[in-house]
């Protein structure tokens, strides 16, 4: 994809605001770690792995600001925590806080300028993921019957990450391997980030796509007209459930029902082997303004009660296979996954 999800320049970071697209494509402007914050919050930048490479970049610019006080280290905790609480689903955030967190206390107690180093390291760490996607991409290819007909969700694209995408990133590799696949994007209520941002991404390289309700699924597979389920996921437990967007388990249910096999795609930052289960991922709940309007437009009735949860939990059971930047991985997911997410890489 031609436009950039973030980049540094002069000491800022500016993140494609992503609630303006397809509109207009737009960034914003990044000077402290609160307005990196206040993005990830407001899904300026979303998507697992981005807001896990943003929140490194707004720890450079905290480390930035903490040199200014006299008690550097407890501001940069402090921010460090704040970050890691921008938005709890996606387990990529705290992951990258916590690897730059631990060389900059390895490195800082050597004397090195840590504000400088967590730059160098959020610049690595997004180099890394768009790396880690293409190998993903790669592997997960091969998984795509020729002129398969793929339901995706959400949006897990080059949009999502720093750079290729994941769910997207296996759809890319396949076309560029020569396979004339074709996609189905469901909307994904409320914020349609399928209709706003992955057809968007898709239609940019010519890689054909049909949009479709999320309740349009069901009747698409019994009639026969897809192949196969791909998403991305926020976090993958130990056992193997996944944590995705909302409306992703009754997508799996459904594949399920039609006998269509249900794959997710992820790299191994998305991988969490010290939540045993689906049932101790904190799922964040959002504004019911999200419902209850659409485009700013309010299309429910003033007062009405509205439960709102981003994501939902997809048991191990009906993933028929993970695509990991190692490796796809398969059921039984409790010792398959510790193979390739194994012990989290140590800091120099
Ligand atoms: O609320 P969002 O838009 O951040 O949710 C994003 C998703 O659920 C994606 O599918 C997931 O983060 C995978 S991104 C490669």
Known sequence: MAIPTMYWENGTLYLLDQTLLPGRSEYVACRGYRDVIR????????????????????????????????????????????????????????????????KAAVRGAQGVDVAALLLEEARTLQAEDEAANRRLGAYGRDL??????????????????????????????????????????????????????????????DIPVTLITDSTAGFLMARGMADLVLVGADRIAANGDVANKIGTYALAVLAREHGLPFYVAAPVSTVDLATPSGAEIPIEERAPEEVTHVAGTRTAPEGVGVWNPAFDVTPARLVTAIVTDRGVVRPPYGETLPRVAGPREAPP
Not at 61 to 88: H, S, T
């Open 144 to 205: 795509l019957p020729h002129g398969a007909r793929v339901i995706t969700h959400c949006n897990a694209g080059a949009l999502a990450t720093a750079g290729y995408g994941t769910a997207l990133g296996v759809i890319r590799a396949a076309r560029e391997a020569g396979n004339p696949l074709r996609v189905y994007a469901t909307e994904t209520r409320p914020l349609l980030q399928g209709a706003r941002l992955t057809c968007w991404e898709l239609m940019q390289e």
């Open 39 to 102: 993005a990830i919050r407001t899904m300026k930048v979303r998507g697992a792995p981005a807001i896990g490479v943003a929140a490194a970049y707004g720890l450079a610019l905290a480390a930035r600001e903490a040199a200014q006080v006299p008690d550097p280290w407890d501001r940069l905790r402090a921010a460090a925590e704040e970050l890691k609480n921008a938005r709890p689903t996606a387990v990529n955030l705290a992951w990258a806080v916590d690897r730059l967190m631990e």
